[in-house]
């Protein structure tokens, strides 16, 4: 896992940043977690003042992140249990915080994206699932194990949630250039694409065959006023 490259971008986005409050529980995952974002985010603090609050019970958490000083960003590790003991699911506790939340959040875990954190440079669950199912699709065709060599995954990368995004009036500009940005708005035109084209073509038909049935009429009616000056001046012709 790494910690610091989140905290960075949080800094650049909210370059008046002095606070950081860093969020975690309890548990001996969260405990390990925080151990290892301790070390990753010790040169930041000559920066900014970073607060841990590793130790309050939810409620108490709750009540903290609604009341934090300006110029504050939130940094979510995991919750899986709170000073009081009581168990979370950190996606689910990190949904609570966000509800209340008077700062932005930032992550370091894509699993987070979209329960209410702005972004980061994640560590990319969905990525490595992928390329360990790609594994193991080539193992099932018959390709044996012992033959595939070991690789490297990818398995960060710097994803945004485009709500937060707007939310907290972040320049999507100002995301670094890479950035992958998720629960954008789809358009009226990418959503309803085909059947507003079938709409617009079956109206240019339907107005041809107005405009040439008003052509036809037009042209039958000048023929028809011809017909009567031709009868005018044959019957004026057997006249004279």
Known sequence: RAFAPTLDIALRLHP?????FVIGGTSRFDRQIQAIARSDLQPFASRVNITWLNTLSMEQLLGQVATLPRHSVIYYLTVFADGAGE???PHEALTRIAAVANAPIYVAVDQYIGRGAVGGYVYSVESLGQQAAALGVRILRGEPPASIPVTRASVHRNLFDWRQLDRWHIDE????????VDYRPVSIWYSYKWYILAGAAAFMFQSALVVGLLVSRAQRRRVEVLREQSEELRLRAEDE
Do not use: E
């Open 173 to 180: 500009d100002r995301l670094p250039p890479d950035s992958q």
């Open 87 to 89: 168990a979370f699911i």
């Open 16 to 20: 008046d940043t002095s606070r950081v």
